[in-house]
Antibody
Framework: EEQLVESGGGLVKPGGSLRLSCAAS????????MNWVRQAPGKGLEWVSS????????YYADSVKGRITISRDNAKNSLSLHMNSLRAEDTAVYYC??????????????????WGQGTTVTVSS | EVVLTQSPATLSLSPGERATLSCRAS??????LAWYQQKPGQAPRLLIY???NRATGIPARFSGSGSGTDFTLTISSLEPEDFALYYC?????????FGQGTKVEIK
């Protein structure tokens, strides 16, 4: 079964830091670009960041740029999100989601087709 | 940034009825639009990618259409499990953006 499992969420004070992880299983993680998407309480979905299969291409939402770093370890089938200078508005459920598939140099997107269950980040004093 | 506007905000329908959800983009996204379903306490689920392609395992009652700036998700006959929130999302440009969602509720 293709699966993503997030971890690392918790309660952190404003200005604090947190590292989220996403463990992939059941598919060839190194062949897929990955995303982080968040959802504040009672709000809609917000794309946060994306990383390509080789980490050569990385993108961030303006709302987190400069405070968040996405990374991946293909050998460990793992995706990470390092968050610094956290603010109350970063409070959300954070999901990792699979995206582009690249095989033998040919890449195609089938949408964000596999999602984790989410990990909750609460920024509060 | 591409702004996606979904309408209506809420759709009140009965099981068996047809649901038509709209997503309008502030600029052309070609066919690079996806639809997701989300139920309370659950992660989003991909329904449609690239405007009209059903994702794996998605029932045929879900269909997507449109290109450019105007897109539609149609549920031909609502089943009880279809009452949920629906989001559109574009992958035409960075940043990726989502619409604000349409809630399909039981009338």
């Amino acid at each position: 079964e293709e699966q993503l499992v997030e971890s690392g969420g918790g309660l952190v004070k404003p200005g604090g830091s947190l590292r989220l992880s996403c463990a992939a299983s059941g598919f060839n993680f190194s062949s897929y670009s990955m995303n982080w998407v968040r959802q504040a309480p009672g709000k809609g979905l917000e794309w946060v960041s994306s990383i390509s299969i080789t980490s050569n291409n990385i993108y961030y939402a303006d709302s987190v740029k400069g405070r968040i770093t996405i990374s991946r370890d293909n050998a460990k089938n793992s995706l990470s999100l390092h968050m610094n200078s956290l603010r109350a508005e970063d409070t959300a459920v954070y999901y990792c989601a699979r995206d582009w598939s690249c095989v033998a140099g040919s890449c195609k997107s089938y949408g964000m087709d596999v999602w984790g269950q989410g990990t909750t980040v609460t920024v509060s004093s | 940034e591409v702004v996606l506007t979904q309408s209506p905000a809420t759709l009140s329908l009965s099981p068996g009825e047809r649901a038509t959800l709209s997503c309008r983009a502030s600029q052309s996204v070609s066919s690079y639009l996806a639809w997701y379903q989300q139920k309370p306490g659950q992660a989003p689920r991909l329904l449609i990618y690239d405007a009209s392609n059903r994702a794996t395992g998605i029932p045929a009652r879900f269909s997507g259409s449109g290109s450019g700036t105007d897109f539609t998700l149609t549920i031909s006959s609502l089943e009880p499990e279809d009452f949920a929130l629906y989001y559109c999302q574009q992958r035409s440009s960075w940043p990726r953006t989502f619409g604000q969602g349409t809630k399909v509720e039981i009338k």
